[in-house]
């Protein structure tokens, strides 16, 4: 069985940045989705962003507004969550994982965050155990 594994949080000032990794192993990324989450601190986990297995489709959620990047290499098998102008409401666990449900037009893509007011993230089969990011002055 494979395995995803977080990397690249920590303790980081507002404003900062950070780019987190997502090592995968054990998957053939060419049939996945790779999402982005986040738990923070007494609140439910939240989809950042995905892409899809080609690199052709990039989803953000609202909150996101152009401060985080997500990116991937399948050949390297790791995939990347880069977040600039870091704010407090920025910490929480951050987690990768993989969504192998949705193949259209020659990749696997993304889903929506939510469908009918609920979350899809029980599409995502594979989770890495996360990284924290704590941003505090």
């Known amino acids: 069985q494979g395995y995803l594994v977080e990397s690249g949080g920590g303790l980081a000032p507002p404003g900062g940045s950070l780019r987190l990794s997502c090592a995968i192993s054990?998957?053939?990324?060419?049939?996945?989705?790779i999402g982005w989450f986040r738990r923070a601190p007494g609140k439910e986990r939240e989809g950042i962003s995905c892409?899809?297995?080609?690199?052709?489709?990039?989803r953000y959620n609202d909150f996101t507004k152009g401060r985080f990047t997500i990116s991937r290499d399948n050949a390297e098998e790791t995939a990347w969550l880069q977040i600039n102008n870091l704010k407090p409401e920025d910490t929480g666990i951050y987690y990768c994982?993989?969504?192998?449900?949705?193949?259209w037009g020659g990749g696997f893509v993304c889903p929506p965050f939510e469908v009918a007011g609920r979350t899809t993230e029980d599409e995502y089969s594979h989770w890495g155990q996360g990284t924290q990011v704590t941003v505090s002055s």
């Open positions: 054990g998957f053939d990324l060419r049939d996945y989705a």
């Open positions: 994982a993989l969504d192998g449900t949705r193949y």
């Open positions: 892409i899809s297995s080609t690199s052709g489709e990039k």
